[in-house]
């Protein structure tokens, strides 16, 4: 079965870096064609894509928040850490992480988000 | 970046109705498009990926179409389980979501 929790803080203060980690069992992020994301939603908002980290390691961000995200992985621990830098109060919403799994169909592969976290919920407030 | 607009943003139906959700991309994204219905304070489940394949355990009355620009996702005959929020998302240059599309009880 595959499960993914998300942990980190509930409240952070403005211009802090917040750190929220997924801890995943039931898979591997060494098996060719699997990933972890992260994904956030403000309250009463749309699903926004944060940031991807795939089997080789290779990462890939928003275009309108890379210069604060970093994504990274500890295979061995099974976890997938997300690091945001400089919050402030428009970062409030749950946080969620999601593995990546892509399928071939018909010679071309196509990912899809399959199974996420129950999300965590992070408040910016000073 | 890949734009998505969901189309209509609300949408009031009954038990047993047929409905459509239409999802529409700035630019081609072939049929790297996924669709997740998500209830209240829940996290969102995937339903469709690569434009029309259902995900292992979905319903059949859900189905998705489209390639291009221009994706839909069909409910055959709602059933009460079926009110959430709909959102389409392409994978096919970065990762985008549509705006949302919320299913309500008429």
């Known amino acids: 079965q595959v499960t993914l929790r998300e942990s980190g803080p509930t409240v952070v203060k403005p211009t802090q870096t917040l750190t929220l980690t997924c801890t995943f069992s039931?898979?591997?992020?060494?098996?060719?064609?699997?990933?972890v994301s992260w994904i956030r939603q403000p309250p009463g908002k749309a699903l926004e894509w944060l940031a991807l980290?795939?089997?080789?390691?290779?990462?890939y961000y928003s275009s309108s928040l890379k210069t604060r995200l970093t994504i990274s992985k500890d295979t061995s621990k099974n976890q997938v850490v997300l690091t945001m830098t400089n919050m402030e109060p428009a970062d409030t919403g749950t946080y969620y992480c999601?593995?990546?799994?892509?399928?071939?169909?018909?010679?071309?592969?196509?990912?899809?988000?399959?199974?996420w976290g129950q999300g965590t919920t992070v408040t910016v407030s000073s | 970046d890949v734009q998505l607009t969901q189309s209509p943003s609300f949408l009031s139906a009954s038990v047993g109705d047929r409905v459509t959700i239409t999802c529409r991309a700035s630019q081609g994204i072939s049929s790297y498009v996924a669709w997740y219905h998500q209830k209240p304070g829940k996290a969102p489940n995937l339903l469709i990926y690569a434009a029309s394949t259902l995900q292992d355990g979905v319903p059949s009355r859900f189905s998705g179409s489209g390639s291009g620009t221009d994706f839909t996702l069909t409910i055959s005959s709602l059933q009460p389980e079926d009110f959430a929020t709909y959102y389409c998302?392409?994978?096919?240059?970065?990762?985008?979501f549509g705006q949302g599309t919320r299913l309500e009880i008429k």
């Open positions: 998302q392409q994978l096919n240059s970065s990762i985008t």
């Open positions: 999601a593995r990546v799994r892509g399928t071939m169909i018909r010679g071309v592969v196509y990912y899809s988000m399959d199974v």
């Open positions: 039931g898979f591997s992020l060494s098996t060719t064609g699997m990933g």
């Open positions: 980290i795939d089997w080789d390691e290779d990462t």
